[in-house]
């Protein structure tokens, strides 16, 4: 699955890595941030319908109202463990057993391109696509992940799951809290260097 979408701030459009499929669910309306507006915002059958669209590379049939609780009750939940592990807090209990019953559901299966036949659905069901988002959710907060889901250096309070390498990721992006950073780090060790001349 596709990770990442544009942002929208005062500065313009930029670039978000989530680092995770169910963080970026999340984004749809669960996680609030004030510096930012994320694209979608999940405030119909609809608008479920168009996110799942753009983000499954399989077709899934048209959400429902049912679906689009069900959905708002998993994107909730993410988005409150998403923020507690970033703060390094304990997960809630309640959250991680949204996730793990969502996750328990049959999920989108993978396919092989290539094939001459078609096997299983030709159109999922959105419980199939809710399913393969809480699973992306075990992996983002399960144990091979610990301390990697954060919250950005600067003073955005965007949440991302590190993917790093070295888990070294510090910002939301580098075009926006990393590039602000640098620019205040050479400014102020220009200010300390007229200083120091003027000494």
Known sequence: MPVGQWF???????????GSFALDFA????????????PARLNSPDDLTAWMRERFPMP?????????FDAT???????RLALAAG????LATADI?????????????????GGSR?????VQTVGQALSTIARDAVDCFGEANHGRVRICAGDCGIVYLDTSRAA????????????????????????GKVALSAA
Not at 118 to 122: F, I, K, L, M, P
Request: include cysteine; charge should be positive; hydrophobic fraction near 35%.
């Open 8 to 18: 929208t701030d005062d500065s313009g459009r930029w670039w978000f890595d989530s």
């Open 27 to 38: 984004y749809t309306g669960g996680i609030h941030v004030a510096v930012a507006v994320a």
């Open 60 to 68: 899934v049939a048209p959400a429902r109202s049912r679906d689009l």
């Open 73 to 79: 009750s998993l994107r909730d939940a993410i988005a």
């Open 87 to 90: 703060r390094g807090e304990p």
């Open 97 to 113: 057993d949204v996730v793990n019953l969502y996750a328990a559901t049959p999920d989108i299966p993978p396919t092989l391109d």
């Open 118 to 122: 078609q096997a299983g659905r030709s």
């Open 168 to 191: 070294s990721r510090r910002w939301c992006s580098m075009q926006r809290c990393g590039n602000r950073a640098k620019v205040r780090a050479h400014r102020a060790r220009k200010s």
